[in-house]
């Protein structure tokens, strides 16, 4: 990606990282292809950070706008649900305590099922009608 476009994705990248309330968050625009070959975006984050790097593929200037926007898009609700990820991820390892281990699991995804679910709303909702006033009695 040439130092052109990666300025003009990484702009739109940041509009609508604010947008999307990730504002908080330190997000990168890689220049290399994503690492799984055929997937026109990819998004890695690590656990314990507010940092994610966003990869593009080499075609992604060819897809509609319509695509390009929800491919980021789909990319960025990754780093509002990533912890999830660290949470299932912890069930590969060392299973001394399994049944402690699970419980965590199942305590840290809801946690952040609910975080997630609730920036998703606060995303959505100014997008959708207010309800009607009431009727005066």
């Known amino acids: ?30 220049r290399e292809p994503p690492l799984v070959s ?3 975006a990819e998004v890695e984050s690590r656990e314990g950070t ?11 200037d060819n897809y ?3 695509e390009q926007r929800r491919c980021i898009v789909h990319e960025l609700v990754h780093l509002h649900l990533f ?10 390892g060392d299973r001394e305590d399994e049944v402690n281990l699970r419980i965590y699991i ?5 946690s952040h099922e609910e975080y997630a679910v609730d920036d998703l709303a606060r995303i959505i ?11 005066k009695p």
Do not use: C
Request: avoid cysteine; hydrophobic fraction near 40%; proline fraction near 7%.
């Open 64 to 66: 509609t706008r319509a």
């Open 1 to 30: 990606m040439n130092r052109e476009r990666h300025r003009y994705w990484s702009a739109y990248i940041a509009d609508l990282q604010g947008r999307m309330l990730l504002a908080d968050r330190r997000i990168v625009l890689l």
């Open 38 to 40: 055929g997937h026109a």
């Open 83 to 92: 912890p999830l990820r660290f949470y299932q991820q912890m069930l590969g």
């Open 125 to 135: 909702a100014p997008h959708m009608p207010l309800p009607p006033k009431a009727a």
């Open 106 to 110: 199942k305590r840290g995804h809801r």
């Open 50 to 60: 507010h940092e994610g790097n966003i990869r593009l593929n080499d075609k992604f």
